[in-house]
């Protein structure tokens, strides 16, 4: 079956800028996270989707915002971007409910210039 | 919420020593803790899990032990080889929320 999915693959943006990022989770996956990855810093939660609704939330400034679609693909927004928010954006899809393994997709490697 | 802290953040072995890295959570109603590895400019990927109704998981050269009442799971890894380089990444979850992230440990193994 099909993985996780992300696109873009790669952006380049301008300070102050806004951008969309995608990701279509593994068939049955109900719950879509998303995470922030830069150089030392590790795998830092942004926030959870599942079945449409915002789960849980990370320490993230309201530019950062997120949906889920009735199909369970998500979108991750990112509005006045700065320098600092270039990163590799993960997302990861699992069932969402009990202990279940979570599958990464490729990232999204935002560049902000 | 929860937080997991992870050690060492480096950890350098010579090939075919073992190789150690420890976690420890704070949500007590945390039930499920997997390893993943993120080799150099990939996705991490599940390589090992335990759940905590068992104290202990074996797979191959990889193995984990949980001990539910410190509240700490560590990662083992017997006979390393150079391919086991990488970011190791422990995790924990109460299976109503995300996934929470230690901070990771680079492993190097020296040939």
């Known amino acids: 079956k099909a993985g996780v999915t992300q696109t873009p693959r790669y952006l380049i943006k301008t300070r102050g800028q806004q951008v969309t990022l995608s990701c279509s989770p593994i068939s049955g996956h109900r719950s879509v996270s998303w995470y922030q990855q830069t150089p030392g810093q590790g795998l830092q939660f942004l926030f959870e989707?599942?079945?449409?609704?915002?789960?849980n939330k990370g320490n993230f400034p309201g530019r950062f915002s997120g949906r889920q679609f009735s199909n369970s693909r998500s979108e991750m927004n990112v509005s006045t971007l700065e320098l600092g928010d270039s990163a590799l954006y993960l997302c990861a899809s699992s069932l969402g409910q009990g202990d279940t393994e979570a599958f990464f997709g490729q990232g999204t490697r935002l560049t902000v210039v | 919420g929860e937080n997991v802290e992870q050690h060492p953040s480096t950890l350098s072995v010579q090939e075919g020593d073992s190789a150690v890295i420890k976690c420890t959570y704070s949500?007590?109603?945390?039930?499920?803790f997997p390893w993943y590895k993120q080799e150099l400019g990939k996705r991490p990927q599940l390589i090992i899990d335990i759940r905590s109704n068992v104290g202990e998981k074996k797979d191959q050269r990889i193995a984990v032990t949980l001990n539910k009442t410190a509240k700490h799971f560590s990662l083992h890894i017997t006979e390393t080889q150079p391919e086991d380089s990488a970011v190791y990444f422990c995790?924990?979850?109460?299976?109503?929320?995300?996934?929470?992230f230690g901070s990771g440990t680079r492993l190097q193994v020296q040939p």
């Open positions: 949500d007590s109603a945390s039930n499920y």
């Open positions: 995790a924990s979850n109460t299976g109503r929320r995300a996934l929470t």
């Open positions: 989707y599942f079945s449409e609704t915002q789960r």
